[in-house]
């Protein structure tokens, strides 16, 4: 019988399917394991060989644990919202959930190609109403409710509404936007409307003013990740901040939860510091600054107050509020120019860019420790969402602070014994001494600072700042609320009408809100988002329904919010819905949240290092906190993939000519070098009939070859469209088979790691897997396998690799199981074994790399069941201790042949052995023998003169 993997593959693919192979129910006789890939978002490209990296390490894993007796969790879905299908339907005036299905199916159809164990069952796409239910009722939960600093969580909304009514903020310790102070007569004195406005600076969902990055002509905010260089991503518009009335979730409230969590979960250290980056906790004071001649004042936060004798300066990040009221008439023009050129660079950019820009406000603050007045000037390099958005500057003392005074001629004092006012000299060291405050303002301030540490310095100064009010001791973090509202179309609509002005929930018996039709994807002429085209969209409180627009009376019937969700709303927690997919109570049973309770093992790219990682451990440990997620941290185990490289290819064109020289050829001609499709050429060789048929303007190529071939050039390149080096799976499928897929990814590298695709190497995975078929059918097709028992080689080289492909998986070290294959293969083929014993396991061990052709010649060995239902096996010591060792002969360390010895052999007589061996005279001939050096199981060396 001959290696057919097309039949093969479908055969089993269509068997898989038939028989509901990789369906999953909980099952408490098993121990269960949940393997996740990160959501993938189904472009209209559809798949490249770069994107399954991820999948089918993960599939591997998945198949593993399942053979080794777990109950093995593996789901696939959609991340079905977001910009590109908006973007498509605007130009073609298709509707995104069109291109969305459409994208899906061409998704599905080449997962399926490759033989995932996806149970598909439990498919989920964030597109769809039944799923959205549970994004929609989880913000209402979120709007619901506060956070507590003294419990450490999140908190119904009406038990701060009755704290309120009993004792107003006296002795309130909660996360909140401002830090507001009153009585319990005065709430209760408010109306409905300033009650609302009051719990607003305090639920974890909010409505808040915040600084964001708009694009114009696509009509939207954007996050950070989809600006590039001050323009969007997606078309290259210009991006400029703006201040903008959002939705937010209070994702700073659990910034100390999500730093304490990371020292719970199996993540690499590089990915667990980028995270505490992000969240960039800092112990510091707040101390406040008057305003010389107003009755202004400002508070900075700083991590170094004992370097308050060094400020000789302030800077406001432009955002700030204090700019309009500290900008004096003199300095405005400037001042509004500097602001207009700032409007363009996000966040993002100001913090990677090192160059120096600012302008004077004209105005100045009273430092309180020295009673000095210092110049307030304006830069972007300070942000006004971290700290206070002030800071006091010490440029004898910061790198950035320094490189501003330089610029701009601004003083520079140091504050440390033997500083000399450098760059190196930033970052003081323990021990260094202080000195005393400067001998002409001594008498404005009694702190001295003279013989103490650093660290000694900055906890007197804090004390000192608390003790006479001049501010107080705070935690701070880097970490800011997330944005939660986009002005697009194709987006999880919000649950929430507008009364007088303030945003209520629609009831939760009425989840989910659909999303309406509309008749334009883009904002309307009066600049409202897409939703404003929807001329059924207004809430009817009386009878809770959609109705018209036209009956919104403001009384019973009002406005719907017309924003629509972010991309990372349905991507948040889609890994409780894959436990129970079909709930149309509960976004998960309580039941079956406790048999899955987290995710054992998450594959991904690290570009979701921070942002969907961070908001998915928010989003967990908030339904934590209402009692929904068994869990604090979703992800137990992290792996992130490498990226798979293009490989491109060059045909060298002759200048002025349509002819095209080979590559060892091209130096002889002026030529010019132009990409190629990778697909048109094999081993590097130019498919010449192709090329012409490629491209009109190639038609009537003539070539200049070397050898009869055409040769091209390559290079490893990002993989692209534009660089034609973009590898199709569907093709390699076709023509290898999906297990020679897999097996080569695998065979590439390390997972981790990133590589360059290479077809040329592929043939000899290819050739592999039929030499593996040719333990079991000869070349004429005859069924060889025996039940005769195995030899001791066999087992052996059997039990290698069973120990060596176990280790591997557990490490993710697939590419080096590759390899282990290949030479057990090579051994039994050598030892002519077709023996049942021993492929009956080689089989299992195989399955998970290369499942399909495992499930025929499992099927071929009579066998009822699946493969994936097998039992992984185990190796024996005991066919691995080895009779015989190989050593090394060195003569005065030169390693000149090998001799075999019984494993168990004394020294003395390999030493006698080696001496009288024929091929040691030849070395030692005239010589003497000075000594005689054996290290046991290795080598032996013979040191002679």
């Not at 707040?286 to 060094?310: P, W």
């Not at 491109?648 to 190629?676: A, E």
């Not at 094999?682 to 070859?705: C, G, M, Q, T, V």
């Not at 998970?848 to 190796?875: I, M, N, Q, R």
């Amino acid at each position: 019988m001959e290696y057919n993997f097309r039949e093969i593959e479908k055969k089993w693919q269509k068997r898989w399917v038939e028989e509901k192979t990789y369906q999953v129910k909980e099952d408490e006789t098993k121990q269960k394991y949940y393997v996740l890939n990160m959501f993938p978002y189904p472009s209209g490209a559809g798949l490249h060989v770069g994107h399954p990296l991820g999948y089918i390490a993960s599939d591997i894993y998945a198949r593993y644990k399942r053979l080794q007796g777990f109950n093995v969790l593996n789901p696939m879905g959609y991340d079905a919202y977001g910009l590109p299908a908006e973007q498509y339907a605007i130009q073609t005036g298709q509707h995104p959930a069109i291109t969305t299905i459409n994208n899906i199916d061409r998704y599905r159809e080449q997962l399926d190609k490759i033989g995932f164990c996806f149970d598909w069952s439990r498919e989920i796409r964030t597109c769809e109403p039944e799923y959205y239910h549970w994004t929609q009722w989880a913000f209402q939960k979120m709007f619901n409710s506060y956070y507590c600093n003294d419990e450490q969580q999140a908190r119904p909304i009406e038990e701060l509404i009755q704290a309120f009514e009993q004792v107003g903020t006296n002795g309130m310790n909660v996360a909140c936007g401002e830090e507001l102070s009153f009585t319990a007569e005065e709430w209760k004195a408010k109306n409905e409307k300033e009650k609302q406005e009051i719990l607003m600076n305090y639920r974890i969902a909010y409505l808040g003013e915040t600084m964001v990055n708009w694009c114009a002509q696509l009509g939207t905010v954007l996050a950070n990740d989809e600006v590039i260089d001050g323009v969007s991503e997606r078309g290259g518009f210009p991006v400029v901040q703006k201040k903008m009335r959002q939705w937010c979730l209070r994702v700073s409230a659990y910034a100390q939860r999500l730093l304490d969590g990371l020292d719970t979960i199996d993540w690499t250290d590089s990915l667990k510091e980028t995270q505490r980056n992000w969240i960039g906790r800092s112990e510091g004071a707040e101390v406040q600054f008057k305003v010389k001649d107003s009755d202004l004042e400002f508070t900075i936060f700083t991590t170094r107050a004992d370097t308050m004798f060094g400020v000789t300066f302030m800077v406001l990040a432009p955002e700030s509020e204090l700019v309009a009221q500290l900008t004096t008439p003199e300095q405005k023009d400037e001042v509004n120019a500097y602001l207009e050129r700032t409007k363009k660079r996000t966040e993002r950019d100001r913090i990677a860019d090192r160059s120096v820009t600012g302008v004077f406000s004209g105005s100045y603050a009273i430092n309180p420790f020295t009673g000095e007045a210092v110049p307030i000037w304006i830069s972007d390099y300070v942000l006004a969402g971290y700290g206070t958005g002030a800071i006091m500057a010490v440029p004898a003392h910061d790198s950035r602070d320094y490189a501003f005074a330089k610029h701009f001629g601004l003083e520079i004092r140091p504050l440390v014994e033997g500083c000399d006012v450098s760059e190196e000299s930033f970052d003081a060291k323990e021990g260094i001494v202080c000195n005393s405050p400067r001998p002409d303002v001594t008498p404005y301030c009694d702190l001295t600072l003279n013989g103490l540490t650093i660290k000694e310095a900055i906890e007197k100064t804090k004390s000192y700042v608390k003790e006479h009010n001049l501010g107080r001791v705070k935690v701070n973090y880097r970490l800011r609320d997330a944005i939660f509202s986009r002005q697009r179309y194709w987006g999880e609509p919000f649950p929430v009408y507008y009364k007088d002005g303030m945003p209520y929930m629609i009831d939760e018996s009425c989840l989910p809100l659909e999303l309406p039709e509309v008749a334009k994807f883009l904002p309307t002429e009066t600049g409202e988002p897409p939703l404003g085209h929807a001329t059924k969209w207004a809430w009817d409180t009386v009878n809770k329904c959609v109705v018209e627009n036209e009956k919104i009376d403001n009384v019973t019937v009002f406005p719907l919010e017309l924003n629509t969700m972010p991309g990372f709303a349905g991507s948040s927690a889609y890994y409780l819905r894959y436990m129970d997919p079909h709930n149309n109570k509960a976004l998960v049973d309580k039941k079956i949240d406790e048999y899955w309770k987290s995710v054992d093992l998450y594959v991904g790219g690290t570009e979701h290092a921070t942002g969907h990682l961070i908001y998915s451990r928010f989003w967990n440990k908030f339904l934590y906190d209402v009692g929904v997620s068994i869990v604090e941290e979703p992800f137990r185990k992290l792996v992130n993939q490498g990226m798979i490289q293009g490989r491109s290819n060059f045909v060298y064109r002759i200048k002025d000519s349509n002819k095209f020289v080979s590559l060892n050829l091209k130096n002889q001609y002026d030529t010019t070098p132009l990409h190629v499709d990778v697909n048109i050429v094999s081993n590097d060789i130019l498919d010449l009939e192709a090329f012409k048929a490629w491209r009109p303007e190639f038609a009537n190529a003539e070539f200049i070859l070397e050898d009869g071939k055409y040769i091209c050039g390559w290079a490893v390149e990002k993989m692209s469209k534009s660089m034609f080096n973009v590898v199709n799976p569907d093709m390699i499928v076709e023509k290898y088979g999906a297990d020679t897929l897999r097996m080569y990814e695998m065979f590439l590298g390390p997972v981790e790691q990133s590589k360059p695709w290479d077809t040329n190497g592929i043939d000899g995975v290819y050739r592999f897997i039929k030499k593996f078929w040719s333990l079991f059918y000869d070349r004429n097709g005859n069924y060889m396998v025996t039940d005769e028992p195995a030899t001791k080689e066999e087992l052996k080289s059997l039990h290698k690799l069973i120990k060596k492909v176990t280790s591997d998986i557990e490490q993710f070290s697939y590419n080096t199981s590759v390899s282990a294959f290949m030479i057990c293969v090579n051994e039994l083929f050598s030892l002519k074994c077709s023996k049942k014993e021993i492929l009956n396991q080689l089989i299992i061990v195989l399955a998970p790399f290369a499942p399909h052709v495992c499930e025929e010649l499992w099927d071929t060995l009579g066998h009822t069941d699946s493969v994936c239902d097998a039992k992984w096996p185990t190796y024996n010591e005991e066919y691995l201790v080895e009779d015989t060792i190989n050593y090394t002969i060195s003569f005065n360390g030169k390693a000149r042949f090998n001799m075999e010895f019984p494993a168990d052999e004394t020294s003395e007589v390999i030493q006698s052995t080696v001496l009288a061996d024929e091929r040691s005279a030849k070395w030692m001939e005239g010589k003497s023998v000075v000594k005689v050096i054996v290290v046991p199981k290795k080598i032996v060396n013979i040191v002679i003169k």
